[in-house]
């Protein structure tokens, strides 16, 4: 009969698990990118969110900060209308009736 041995339980810090959830927060990662990368299971991120959220979002963003989000959404915003538009135009041109050529 095979055993098979399990990683010793590695414990994190509280500072640990408050810095790993900003990361994923506030990073724009995929939360299995940042679990990867911090050599940790996704779950235990998912379970860390569940706690410290609600303390890494109270934390007061500077007005850099927010004037930055703030900029960045509204270049969004810009990109997404340049799309839509483009979308309609693309619409109206394939659902026009062909022209045959008569004038009347």
Known sequence: METTEKAPK????????????????????????????????????????????????????????SEAENRALREELQRVKNQRDILKKTLGIISAPPDNGSHA
């Open 10 to 65: 590695r414990r994190h810090d509280e500072a640990f698990k408050k810095a790993a959830v900003e990361l994923m927060v506030n990073s724009g990662k995929a939360p299995k990118e940042i679990a990867q990368e911090l050599g940790v299971s996704i779950w235990n991120l998912r379970d860390w969110k569940k706690r410290y959220v609600p303390a890494v979002a109270a934390a007061p963003r500077t007005l850099e900060q």
